[in-house]
């Protein structure tokens, strides 16, 4: 049974930063791209950052690029979203799961971010 469990999140002022960690189990870790997804209130979940197994590419969407970095540990099973010079727009639950194309199956409980002063 796979088992992605987000941690991290919380309640932030706008310019400030976070770290988000999502540990896998009942994966190969290690065999798979990862990716972090959010979803705001009111709208689709959507693609944040992805990661390939080695880490040797990442993608990120445009409205974060060049201020969330993802990261992984496969020792770990985890794999990090830091974020900074967060904005409101930023609030929403993230998720981690596979990537580039999720499984529904996969969903864990995510972490709440709010950006708010």
């Known amino acids: 049974q796979v088992q992605l469990v987000e941690s991290g999140g919380g309640l932030v002022q706008p310019g400030g930063s976070l770290r988000l960690s999502c540990t896998a189990s009942?994966?190969?870790?290690?065999?798979?791209?990862m990716g972090w997804y959010r979803q705001a209130p009111g709208k689709q979940r959507e693609l944040v950052a992805g990661?390939?197994?080695?880490?040797?590419?990442?993608n990120y969407a445009d409205s974060v690029k060049g201020r969330f970095t993802i990261s992984r540990d496969n020792a770990r099973n985890t794999v990090y979203l830091q974020m900074n010079t967060l904005k409101p727009e930023d609030t929403a639950v993230y998720y981690c799961?596979?990537?580039?194309?999720?499984?529904?199956?996969?969903w864990g409980q995510g972490t709440q971010v709010t950006v708010s002063s």
């Open positions: 009942g994966i190969f870790f290690s065999l798979r791209a």
């Open positions: 799961n596979v990537y580039p194309n999720f499984n529904s199956n996969y």
């Open positions: 990661i390939t197994v080695s880490s040797s590419t990442t």
